[in-house]
């Protein structure tokens, strides 16, 4: 266990309860508990930070996945297929994570959100229910490449927001509405937090006493948000998307032009 006080101790283990329940419902939960681990272990490397997140959200997404599983309607062997990419581009983009400027990348992903959040915020019948007419081959493809493959990279290069993009990408691709296209997103999200945990783990970069201890809170978080989502419905999961999205833009800014 790091040399941290009683206090941030208490701030971590709540942060990584919040982060649990927005990314149960959502994704984005790295907005929170990466800047709460920075804050609470400023000595330490950043990929070290990073592996440490992953190890502790990795708790959080598989408990939020199999409390969806049970009640949402989740193509559970699509699901999978897309996992499968993901864990693989996740293992590569944390393999690049530190030789890649990401100053270079937050402008395209800030207009990326600026964009999609446009988007659901006119369109709001965007994820209300799922399309009744099925899904071609292509899509499915698309899907595993850009939602799995692409999504992973990104994940295990920067993180933050991964939950969200695949939200989206899910509802989108493959006409679901957002309940179902975030338990959806819990299971790659699962396989990308793992294959950049492997490679984090691989390298010696994680704090794996702190982030047992925080994964306990993160994965109770996870579960309620879960069971809320399926509560609420699509209505509630879009509210709390488009603030996630402008939580992301603001923090992605203040990182870019401080």
Same mark, same amino acid.
């Given at each position: 266990?790091?040399?941290?006080?009683?206090?941030?101790?208490?701030?971590?283990? @709540?942060?990584? #309860? $919040?982060?649990?329940?927005?990314?149960? !419902?959502?994704?984005?939960? +790295? %907005?929170?508990? *990466?800047?709460?681990?920075?804050?609470?272990?400023?000595?330490?490397?950043?990929?070290?930070?990073?592996?440490?997140?992953?190890?502790?959200?990795?708790?959080?997404?598989?408990?939020?996945?199999?409390?969806?599983?049970?009640?949402?309607?989740?193509?559970?062997?699509?699901?999978?297929?897309?996992?499968?990419?993901?864990?693989?581009?996740?293992?590569?983009?944390?393999?690049?994570?530190?030789?890649?400027?990401?100053?270079?990348?937050?402008?395209?992903?800030?207009?990326?959100?600026?964009?999609?959040?446009?988007?659901?915020?006119?369109?709001?019948?965007?994820?209300? @229910?799922?399309? #009744? $007419?099925?899904?071609?081959?292509?899509? !499915?493809?698309?899907?595993? +490449? %850009?939602?799995? *493959?692409?999504?992973?990279?990104?994940?295990?290069?920067?993180?933050?927001?991964?939950?969200?993009?695949?939200?989206?990408?899910?509802?989108?691709?493959?006409?679901?509405?957002?309940?179902?296209?975030?338990?959806?997103?819990?299971?790659?999200?699962?396989?990308?937090?793992?294959?950049?945990?492997?490679?984090?783990?691989?390298?010696?970069?994680?704090?794996?006493?702190?982030?047992?201890?925080?994964?306990?809170?993160?994965?109770?978080?996870?579960?309620?948000?879960?069971?809320?989502?399926?509560?609420?419905?699509?209505?509630?999961?879009?509210?709390?998307?488009?603030?996630?999205?402008? #939580?992301?833009?603001?923090?992605?800014?203040?990182?870019?032009?401080?």
């Amino acid at each position: 266990m790091p040399d941290i006080s009683t206090t941030m101790l208490i701030v971590l283990c @709540a942060a990584a #309860a $919040a982060a649990g329940w927005i990314d149960a !419902v959502v994704g984005g939960g +790295g %907005l929170l508990l *990466l800047p709460a681990l920075l804050l609470g272990l400023p000595n330490a490397h950043p990929a070290t930070v990073l592996g440490t997140n992953k190890a502790v959200a990795v708790v959080g997404t598989t408990g939020a996945a199999v409390a969806y599983a049970r009640r949402a309607p989740v193509d559970v062997k699509l699901a999978a297929r897309i996992g499968l990419a993901a864990l693989a581009g996740s293992m590569g983009g944390a393999a690049l994570a530190g030789g890649i400027s990401k100053d270079a990348l937050r402008p395209m992903i800030m207009l990326v959100l600026l964009v999609v959040g446009a988007f659901v915020a006119f369109r709001p019948g965007f994820g209300a @229910a799922p399309s #009744a $007419a099925p899904v071609s081959r292509q899509r !499915v493809l698309l899907a595993i +490449g %850009l939602a799995g *493959l692409g999504i992973g990279f990104y994940d295990g290069l920067i993180g933050p927001g991964t939950g969200t993009f695949l939200v989206l990408a899910l509802t989108a691709l493959l006409h679901l509405d957002l309940v179902t296209a975030s338990a959806t997103a819990k299971i790659v999200n699962v396989c990308t937090n793992a294959g950049a945990l492997a490679m984090f783990a691989y390298q010696g970069m994680v704090l794996w006493q702190l982030a047992a201890l925080m994964a306990l809170f993160n994965l109770a978080g996870g579960m309620v948000g879960a069971r809320m989502a399926l509560k609420k419905g699509s209505g509630f999961v879009r509210g709390v998307l488009l603030s996630v999205v402008g #939580a992301l833009v603001v923090k992605l800014g203040i990182e870019q032009w401080g």
